[in-house]
Structure formats: structure tokens, C-alpha cells
């Protein structure tokens, strides 16, 4: 079974600072999808950028980033420019081609410092 | 006009009790989920269906029942509630090779037992 880990429980930035936060997933599959998804205090999982494994292009959504590293089967995302509104939990997630679930790391918190 | 709706948001109860829990999507997709996310936030499926059959069902008590009347509708039923059942419940929709297969959630249902 794929596993996801996000090793860090924890971290803070500086508001209009750069963060980036790791995940790393262990898969034997060469097809699959990759997640970051956002929780405010609200709960509501809102996604934040996907990545698709055959695509050596890293995605891009306004401030957020993300570092794909295929082979070393990582997937970190970077926050630019923080903004109070960046703070909440942040979900890495795996998702194979042919599956049909999603696989969730444990979850990063991120506090925005102003 | 909420994509992934689910009712109701928050649900106090007694133990022993049996309570539902409602999910509709408007997205058109052909599969639902439901995701479990504990007190330390950990996300766990539950269940999965696609056009209205069941292709996950992880291991789960069988006090849980989901019900697909339609494509659009996943119902999760829950017997005889016990203390370690109150966790947020999160209804989710996807559409198969479309976007990735990203699952979109709803806004979670918290339930408490007492």
C-alpha cells in the first residue's frame, strides 16, 4: 500500500516570507496523482495544486509551488509571499492512476507570523 | 450552490444512539466517498462507491452502513454510537480520469458522542 509521510508536524513563516513544506510517498507505481490540499480552522478541505506524475513540469498556482522530484519520491510544496490567510493545516495526498481512494499524509501546520 | 454538500454540519448525540449522515454532490461525478478525520486530524476512507457500487470498504465497524440511492447521494448510517465514533465525517466526490481523479470534499460533518 502506498504510504504518505509529511515529517514535519509543524511550522512557521514570516508573514510575505517563503516556506516550503515536505512530503515524501512511497509507491512501486509509475502512474499517479499528487495533492496538496489546505485546512482552515473551518475544516473544509480546499485544494490547493495537484501534480500529475508524468509531467516532469512542476505545478504552479499563483503563490504556491511545488518541487516534484520523481525519483526521489518526493513532492514539497513552497508558499510565497505568506499571507495570515495561508495559516491552517496542510495535507499532502496520494493518488494512484488506477486507484480509487487517496492516500493522506498525517498533516503539516502552518502558522503565518505577522 | 456547494458542489459537495452534506447534512447536518454538526450532530451531538448519546451513546448507543443511531444517527445518519447526508451527502449530495451536484458535480456529476460517478464516484462518493467517505473520509473519517480523527482528533489528531488524521484522514482515514471509509468507503468508496462508484455509480452506485461499492469499491472500498476499509476496515471499518459494521455498525457503519453507507447507502447510494443514485449516483448523486451517499448516506452514511452509523448503530449503536459509541464515545470513540465523534470525529469529523467528510463526504467527497471525484470523477474517474477527469482532473486527476482530485476528490473534492464537502465541509465535513463533526459529530460528538456523549
Known amino acids: 500500500a502506498q504510504t504518505v509521510t509529511q515529517s514535519q508536524p509543524e511550522m512557521s513563516v514570516q508573514e510575505a516570507e517563503t516556506v516550503t513544506l515536505s512530503c515524501t510517498y512511497d509507491?512501486?507505481?509509475?502512474?499517479?496523482?499528487l495533492f496538496w490540499y489546505k485546512q482552515p480552522p473551518s475544516r473544509q478541505m480546499i485544494l490547493v495544486i495537484r501534480?500529475?506524475?508524468?509531467?516532469?513540469q512542476n505545478a504552479t498556482e499563483n503563490r504556491f509551488s511545488v518541487n516534484f522530484q520523481k525519483a526521489a519520491k518526493s513532492f514539497s510544496l513552497k508558499i510565497s509571499d505568506s499571507q495570515l490567510g495561508d495559516a491552517a493545516m496542510y495535507f499532502c495526498?496520494?493518488?494512484?492512476?488506477?486507484?480509487?481512494?487517496?492516500?493522506f499524509g498525517a498533516g503539516t501546520r502552518l502558522t503565518v507570523k505577522p | 450552490d456547494t458542489a459537495v454538500s452534506q447534512t447536518p454540519k454538526y450532530l451531538v448525540t448519546q451513546m448507543g444512539n443511531d444517527k445518519s449522515i447526508k451527502c449530495e454532490q451536484n458535480?456529476?461525478?460517478?464516484?462518493m466517498y467517505w473520509y473519517k478525520q480523527d482528533s489528531k486530524k488524521f484522514l482515514k476512507i471509509m468507503f468508496s462507491?462508484?455509480?452506485?457500487?461499492?469499491?472500498i470498504n476499509e476496515t471499518v465497524p459494521n455498525r457503519f452502513s453507507p447507502k447510494s440511492p443514485d449516483k448523486a447521494h451517499l448516506n452514511l448510517h452509523i448503530n449503536s454510537l459509541e464515545l470513540g465514533d465523534s470525529a469529523v465525517y467528510f463526504c467527497?466526490?471525484?470523477?474517474?480520469?477527469?482532473?486527476?481523479?482530485?476528490?473534492?470534499f464537502g465541509e465535513g460533518s463533526w459529530l460528538t458522542v456523549v
Open positions: 462507491y462508484n455509480n452506485k457500487e461499492l469499491i
Open positions: 495526498a496520494y493518488r494512484s492512476a488506477l486507484g480509487n481512494d487517496m492516500r
Open positions: 458535480l456529476g461525478h460517478d464516484t
Open positions: 509507491t512501486s507505481e509509475s502512474d499517479y496523482y
Open positions: 467527497a466526490s471525484s470523477q474517474t480520469n477527469r482532473a486527476g481523479n482530485t476528490i473534492y
Open positions: 501534480q500529475e506524475a508524468y509531467k516532469q
